[in-house]
């Protein structure tokens, strides 16, 4: 039996466009629009898209780093989105994030000790029990205790990155969000990078969201894929089959857009399709379906209604083509 540690409906992050001599709204950008998801403890679920889909927002929500404009974040039952700081205090070291660039999410005016034991502060717990947990992660994480005295610009990227994974597990949480943790590395270090968050993962049964724009990354470490455009979700299903079968013309262009496919991968994709035209702004959002601007299969009911999310097979797809 699985346990479904979190549950996301309908979750919308809207945020207002100001204009004028009197800074009034005159806008809204929709970068989360109606977001429905569920994942299960232990286990990885993938967001991926272009830069602008929203991805990044939802995992801030969900870390409370954003309040959402509606919809709930159910985490263990409780809805997250609907607390207060202070009664959302308990559950803060039960969801941590990792962000992109380790340089700027380090303060590098203190030592790596110090930043380590940041989220244990709280707690009441004796300074040589966390001094002897934040040693352990460094273990854990590859480093060596020495790192403990030093600086972040004495680091290499690699090691910065992990020490940002050290510093959000160090308070035992139940939920990492991911945010493009390998995007600012090398090729050879991200591979170190994902084969570390493996390892944390199977040791401490932690659940992930990762969230990137390479699918084929996301592949490999997630088990559920969410496929967003412009704040909306275009396609959602188990990894695999998102792959082998991909159902929505822009998860496919995501697909055919990776130059390391080799012949049989490619193969799979029932077309390859190479967008054309501009991304729609997001303070002007088109009446029907937002890819429709793109896509090689638009209708002319793409550009009167937008097209629900349906099932069809394993995963659920945003377009009318089915």
């Excluded at 700081?85 to 941590?96: A, L």
């Amino acid at each position: 039996m699985t346990d479904t540690m979190l549950e996301v409906q309908g979750l919308s992050m809207h945020f207002p466009v100001l204009g004028g001599i009197l800074h009034q709204k005159v806008g809204e950008i929709k970068a989360v629009d109606s977001v429905d998801f569920s994942l299960d403890s232990g286990k990885t679920l993938g967001i991926v898209g272009e830069s602008g889909c929203g991805k990044t927002t939802v995992g801030k929500a969900i870390a409370r780093l954003l309040l959402p404009t509606s919809g709930s974040i159910r985490f263990h039952g409780v809805d997250i989105a609907k607390l207060s700081d202070r009664t959302f205090k308990p559950f803060r070291g039960k969801i941590q994030m990792v962000f992109q660039d380790p340089s700027s999410s380090l303060n590098s005016r203190r030592r790596i000790g110090d930043l380590l034991l940041d989220p244990l502060r709280p707690n009441k717990i004796p300074m040589r029990e966390k001094r002897r947990r934040a040693l352990e992660l460094l273990e854990l994480v590859g480093l060596s205790g020495d790192n403990y005295y030093r600086y972040p610009h004495m680091l290499s990227g690699g090691q910065k990155q992990r020490i940002g994974i050290a510093k959000a597990v160090i308070s035992n949480p139940e939920l990492v969000i991911l945010d493009e943790p390998t995007s600012a590395l090398d090729v050879s270090i991200q591979a170190q990078i994902i084969e570390l968050l493996q390892q944390i993962q199977n040791e401490l049964q932690i659940a992930y969201i990762f969230i990137s724009h390479n699918i084929i990354l996301v592949r490999n470490v997630a088990q559920e894929v969410l496929v967003m455009y412009l704040g909306r979700v275009m396609e959602k299903g188990p990894a695999d089959v998102i792959f082998t079968s991909p159902k929505h013309p822009y998860t496919i262009a995501l697909l055919s857009s990776i130059p390391t496919l080799t012949d049989e991968e490619a193969s799979l994709l029932p077309t390859k399709i190479h967008l054309a035209g501009e991304t729609p702004p997001a303070t002007k959002l088109p009446v029907g379906c937002r890819f429709a601007a793109r896509c090689p299969f638009r209708m002319v009911k793409c550009d009167q209604t937008e097209p629900p999310l349906v099932e069809v097979g394993q995963q659920s797809v945003r377009c009318w083509l089915y």
